[in-house]
């Protein structure tokens, strides 16, 4: 059964960075591209980052780019978000989710997803 | 990017209700169409792919339709676990756009 664990969010301020990590079973992480997606407070979603299969490619929206990376760690069967200088407007409940995709291939939309995991960046 | 427009944004219904909820894309995406489902405190749940397609287990009251610039999402008819926000997604570029989602309400 596939399993999308977030962790890593809480209360930041202003410019510091944080680093999201999502722990994944029930499937072989380095055959997937993976996401992550956000959604801001009483909002709708917002498509944050992709990485392919084998780390080929990055994709990043540009309301953050410049500010993250995402990462993966086949051997842990863990992927991660890098997220710098964070902004109040970065606040959001991040989601790591899993592309339908056969390696190789990206389809950019989500089968499975985590529970979600929140940032709040506040002073 | 590409700009995803969803309408209603929000929708009263009762159970039983046959609802529609369109979803219209700034440029023709072709049928690269996703429907999500999403209940308070969760996360969002695939209903559809490419458009149409069912996925796994999803109940046979929801279907989807169009291609190019118009799509809607159908509950042929409306039971109580349905009343949720849906969000149309497309996926046609590398970086994906959602619908500002549509809450189904009673």
């Known amino acids: 059964q596939v399993h999308l664990v977030e962790s890593g969010g809480g209360v930041v301020q202003p410019g510091r960075s944080l680093r999201l990590s999502c722990a994944i079973s029930g499937f072989t992480l380095r055959s997937y591209a993976m996401h992550w997606v956000r959604q801001a407070p009483g909002k709708g979603l917002e498509w944050v980052a992709t990485i392919s299969h084998d780390n080929s490619i990055e994709n990043y929206a540009d309301s953050m780019k410049g500010r993250l990376t995402i990462s993966r760690d086949n051997s842990k069967n863990t992927l991660y978000l890098q997220m710098n200088s964070l902004r109040a407007e970065d606040t959001a409940v991040y989601f790591c989710?899993?592309?339908?995709?056969?390696?190789?291939?990206?389809?950019?939309?989500?089968?499975?997803w985590g529970q979600g995991t929140p940032v709040t960046v506040s002073s | 990017d590409i700009q995803m427009t969803q309408s209603p944004s929000t929708l009263s219904a009762s159970v039983g209700d046959r609802v529609t909820i369109t979803c219209r894309s700034s440029q023709s995406i072709n049928s690269w169409l996703a429907w999500y489902q999403q209940k308070p405190g969760k996360a969002p749940k695939v209903l559809i792919s490419?458009?149409?397609i069912l996925e796994t287990g999803v109940a046979s009251r929801f279907s989807g339709s169009g291609s190019g610039t118009e799509f809607t999402l159908t509950i042929s008819s409306l039971q109580p676990d349905d009343f949720a926000t849906y969000y149309c997604?497309?996926?046609?570029?590398?970086?994906?756009?959602f619908g500002q989602g549509t809450k189904v309400e009673t």
């Open positions: 997604q497309e996926y046609k570029s590398n970086s994906p756009t």
């Open positions: 989710a899993r592309d339908p995709g056969i390696p190789g291939t990206i389809m950019y939309y989500f089968e499975y």
């Open positions: 490419k458009a149409s």
